[in-house]
């Protein structure tokens, strides 16, 4: 049982296209993470949420908390964006979660 | 400047060899944790402490020890290696979780790419 689930799993676009990667969970959370883990193994974080919306750059990131679901979308990729896409969450008890990831491959 | 310093990088054990996995940051947070990386199965949390002298364990503990004397450190430890323990190590760290303010979140270092032959 995975407390964290991602889709889709690989994901090709064209450069330009909107992206969207999804990620449910099954535990009570105190924050949502999506972190980017670049093709040289380094990952950043790109949002912490607990709630609503965040947006940075052309990266947006939605939580619904009674659904148990967030969208991680990217406005108008670019090759750069090409990395491993990861949704992580915390619980109330001071334990994260991971998903799998979503490889993202942006074609110019 | 201000991060998450992993070392080493990249590292060779034989079975049974001890090591440990440094890990230090300068941002003063509370929150460090350590994760193991492998094909298919995402991050899987080691150990994590919440703040100097407290420490607990997380998913996959066993075969690793770690301390936190200092706010600054957590270093892990592997006692003994085994293959089974090959894998991408990362060092992570953060504000007390609850505290959902930061922009940034979670800080992680580098990596360290274990392997045991």
Not at chain 1, 30 to 39: D, E, F, G, M, T
Request: net charge neutral; aromatic share 10%.
């Amino acid at each position: 049982k995975n407390e964290v689930e991602q889709s889709p799993q690989n994901l090709t676009a064209q450069e330009g296209e909107f992206i969207t990667i999804n990620c449910s969970y099954s535990v009570g959370i105190s924050a949502l993470h999506w972190l980017q883990q670049h093709p040289g193994g380094g990952i950043v974080s790109l949002f912490m949420l607990s709630s609503g919306k965040k947006k940075h750059g052309r990266l947006i990131a939605t939580i619904n908390i009674q659904e148990k679901h967030s969208s991680l979308h990217i406005t108008a990729s670019h090759p750069r964006d090409s990395a491993v896409y990861i949704c992580a969450v915390g619980d109330t008890g001071n334990q994260f979660y991971f998903g799998t990831g979503t490889s993202l491959t942006v074609i110019p | 400047n201000a991060g998450v310093t992993q070392t080493p990088k990249f590292q060779v054990l034989k079975t049974g060899q001890s090591m440990t996995l440094q890990c230090a940051q300068d941002m003063n947070h509370e929150y460090m944790s350590w994760y193991r990386q492998d094909p298919g199965m995402g991050l899987r949390l080691i150990h994590y402490s919440v703040g100097a002298g407290i420490t607990d364990q997380g998913e996959v503990p066993n075969g690793y020890n770690v301390s936190r004397s200092t706010t600054e450190d957590f270093p892990l430890r592997l006692l003994s290696a085994a293959p089974s323990q090959t894998s991408v190590y990362f060092c992570a760290s953060s504000p007390f979780p609850r505290e959902w303010g930061p922009i940034y979140g979670y800080t992680f270092g580098s990596g360290t790419r274990l392997t045991v032959v």
